[in-house]
């Protein structure tokens, strides 16, 4: 079974995007099959991972993006993917085993105009379309907004673990401690939706500080973040063994100039061919060594 991973945060803007695509990037040169569902309605990593032309025609078409599979009848998860979805210069795929299921603006409409059958929420239509091809992975992960809204449920109910991207501020333990109480909500509300087949639902097993200036002591934040955590276990509101990554991601410019040249830093800086340098592409490799060693 692929591990499945929802990357959230009530916080926006906390590096969420950034830390999905490389790590997913971090995760394919580590040998790992990786389909990124992308969920969020700003389409951030559906436009790095397309660049804007390729994305543009999905949005103007309207179709051929993940709110398809809402229309019944329309079209599948499986129909959707686009494999290998990394495209160089020349027409070429510099990451092979990089797939992407793209989302468009479009997804917004889940949100209002969305009139399904209420037996069958969207969060079950993407989990059943999505066991299809779950086979084909060993990481699935999904960007969900900052939010447990209708386009978010989907990443939510089909993953088994949660990691929690977060700046050391006092935002980032607001945003965390609200995440935790409305998953809390959400998993109630869904259970009767669950199959045994899919185990239990996800938890928050990981929080991961992004974007640290360099001189910055982010001790104070993290022991703060720490307590939320002993006091969520000891609730049992999160996995037993959750945990806040060893590695933390340093804030560099070269994340934000990946975003421009639509892919990411382990294929644009010139810092990724020594593993033993300390440099932020070393920072994503560190976190997804973690990630997998992580017993869940
Ligand atoms: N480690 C980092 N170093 C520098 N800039 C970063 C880093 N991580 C994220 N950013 C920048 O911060 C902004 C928000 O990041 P993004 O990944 O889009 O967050 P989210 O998906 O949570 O909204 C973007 O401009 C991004 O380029
Ligand atoms: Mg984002």
Same mark, same amino acid.
């Given at each position: 079974m692929a591990r499945k991973i929802a990357f959230i945060n009530y916080k926006g803007g906390v590096g969420k995007t950034s830390l999905i695509v490389n790590t997913a990037a971090a995760l394919v040169k580590a040998g790992k099959r990786v389909l990124v569902c992308d969920f969020d309605t700003q389409s951030n990593a559906s436009i790095w991972l397309l660049k804007l032309d390729r994305w543009n025609k999905i949005n103007a078409a309207g179709?051929?993006?993940?709110?398809?599979?809402?229309?019944?009848?329309?079209?599948q998860v499986r129909d959707l993917i686009i494999r290998d979805a990394l495209e160089g210069k020349?027409?070429?795929?510099?990451?092979?085993g990089l797939d992407l299921l793209p989302t468009s603006f479009?997804?917004?409409?889940?949100?209002?105009?969305y009139n399904g059958d209420p037996k069958r929420p969207p969060f079950l239509v993407f989990q059943e379309q999505l066991a299809v091809v779950e086979p084909n992975y060993d990481f699935i992960l999904f960007d969900c907004p900052?939010?447990?809204l209708r386009a978010s449920q989907c990443g939510i109910f089909a993953a088994n673990e949660i990691c929690v991207p977060a700046n050391p501020d006092a935002l980032s333990l607001i945003g965390f401690t609200l995440l935790v109480e409305k998953l809390h909500r959400f998993h109630t509300l869904s259970a009767s939706f669950r199959r045994s087949s899919m185990g239990p639902p996800a938890q928050v097993q990981s929080v991961v500080f992004n974007a640290i200036k360099t001189g910055v002591d982010i001790e104070v934040p993290k022991m703060r973040m720490q307590l939320r955590l002993n006091q969520f276990r000891a609730a049992k509101r999160v996995a037993p063994n959750a945990k806040i990554f060893q590695t933390q991601i340093r804030d560099a410019m070269v994340v934000r100039r990946a975003v421009t040249l639509g892919l990411p830093v382990v294929l644009i800086s $010139? /810092?990724?061919?020594?593993?033993? $340098? /300390?440099?932020v592409v070393n920072d994503y490799r560190r976190m997804t060594q973690e990630m997998l060693q992580q017993v869940t």
């Open positions: 179709e051929g993006a993940v709110y398809s599979i809402f229309e019944p009848g329309k079209v020349s027409g070429e795929c510099p990451l092979p479009n997804l917004v409409d889940l949100e209002n105009e900052p939010n447990i $010139q /810092d990724a061919a020594d593993p033993s $340098q /300390d440099n």
